[in-house]
Nanobody
C-alpha cells in the first residue's frame, strides 16, 4: 500500500513563495508519475502540475500556474515538491499530491486527469492573503 503525506502548507502573502512537499511510502517511488491537484472552497478539484516517473524529465503545468510553480522530485528520499512563487489569492486551496502507476505502462496517460492516479494524499492547506 502506498501512502502519501503532504506538508508545508500555511499562510503566505500575495507575491510570496512557499514550498510544499509530499512524502511517499514504499520502495517504488521512482516508478510513479506524480501530480499536484488543488481544490478551493466551492470548486472542483483541478490539476496543477505533474512530473513523469523515473528521473522526472517531463513536467506539465496548468496555464494558471505555468511560469510561477515548479514541480520536482527526489527519488532517493521519496519526496515530491511544489515550489510556488509569485502566489496569488486565487492560489488559495487545499493541495493534494497523487501517484500514478498507470503512467509507467501507458506513456500516453494524460496526467492532468485525476482519474489517472491510483493514490492520493489527504492534502495541505495553502492560504494566500491579499
Amino acid at each position: 500500500q502506498v501512502q502519501l503525506v503532504e506538508s508545508g502548507g500555511g499562510l503566505v502573502q500575495t507575491g510570496g513563495s512557499l514550498r510544499i512537499s509530499c512524502a511517499v511510502s514504499g520502495r517504488t517511488f521512482s516508478t510513479y508519475a506524480m501530480g499536484w491537484f488543488r481544490q478551493a472552497p466551492g470548486k472542483e478539484r483541478e490539476f496543477v502540475a505533474a512530473i513523469s516517473w523515473g528521473s522526472g524529465s517531463s513536467t506539465y503545468y496548468s496555464d494558471s500556474v505555468k511560469g510561477r510553480f515548479t514541480i520536482s522530485r527526489d527519488n532517493a528520499k521519496n519526496l515530491l515538491f511544489l515550489q510556488m512563487n509569485s502566489v496569488k489569492p486565487e492560489d488559495t486551496a487545499v493541495y493534494y499530491c497523487a501517484a500514478s502507476h498507470k503512467a509507467l505502462m501507458a506513456p500516453s496517460t494524460d496526467l492532468s486527469r485525476s482519474g489517472e492516479y491510483d493514490y492520493w494524499g489527504r492534502g495541505t492547506q495553502v492560504t494566500v492573503s491579499s
